[in-house]
T-cell receptor, first 111, second 116 residues
């Protein structure tokens, strides 16, 4: 089942912060975050496993709330290079389940 | 290490024709997944192959099929093309060895298919 991402789109000025949410109605074991720039392939950012961990990647971090089956991606002090579409992918608890992606959140950072 | 490669990068076909897309995974990766990407729909899962066997299948009609070869290269085929099949088709590879939720996928650049 496809996870739900919110918001669908967001516009930021350089230096502002943003939060992108990803939720599922099914039990999750992992959440994978990707960023895709226009005309390019999605690029892997980070993976979070069940256990409520939080990870960071430069000024981009994420959390995974296992009880709520929700993950949030935090972008702080945004830069122009952060522009793109962010996708969350989720896998269920059963073994060898496919990675199912949300519809994406389009982030535009302007000067 | 070379990344995931896909050929061709662009393709124009007419309705009713069939098409075959190719994907070469990262060296050592044994799992290949295919996705269809259209505006507003995100990445729709098509199927996943591991060691020449289809491991998972998405909710697409039988016109969409795929296979994987012994060298892990994969092809997907779409028969009797429809206008709605116009999309970016992405291939992603992973080791497949963990066989579980922590498997990370790496995407190729995609094949953009236009059906007229």
């Amino acid at each position: 089942q496809q996870p739900v991402q919110s918001p669908q789109a967001v516009i930021l000025r350089e230096g502002e912060d943003a939060v992108i949410n990803c939720s599922s109605s099914k039990a999750l074991y992992s959440v994978h975050w990707y960023r895709q720039k226009h005309g390019e392939a999605p690029v892997f950012l980070m993976i979070l496993l069940k256990g409520g961990e939080q990870k960071g990647h430069e000024k981009i971090s994420a959390s995974f709330n296992e009880k709520k089956q929700q993950s949030s991606l935090y972008l702080t002090a945004s830069q122009l290079s952060y522009s793109g579409t962010y996708f969350c992918g989720t896998r269920g608890q059963a073994g060898n389940t496919p990675l199912v992606f949300g519809k994406g959140t389009r982030l535009s950072v302007i000067a | 290490k070379a990344g995931v490669t896909q050929t061709p990068r662009y393709l124009i076909k007419t309705r009713g024709q069939q098409v075959t897309l190719s994907c070469s995974p990262i060296s050592g990766h044994r799992s290949v997944s295919w996705y269809q990407q259209t505006p507003g729909q995100g990445l729709q899962f098509l199927f996943e192959y591991f060691s020449e066997t289809q491991r998972n299948k998405g909710n697409f009609p039988g016109r969409f099929s795929g296979r994987q070869f012994s060298n892990s290269r994969s092809e997907m085929n779409v028969s009797t093309l429809e206008l709605g099949d116009s999309a970016l088709y992405l291939c992603a590879s992973s080791t497949g060895l963990a066989g579980g939720p922590q498997e990370t996928q790496y995407f190729g650049p995609g094949t953009r298919l236009l059906v007229l």
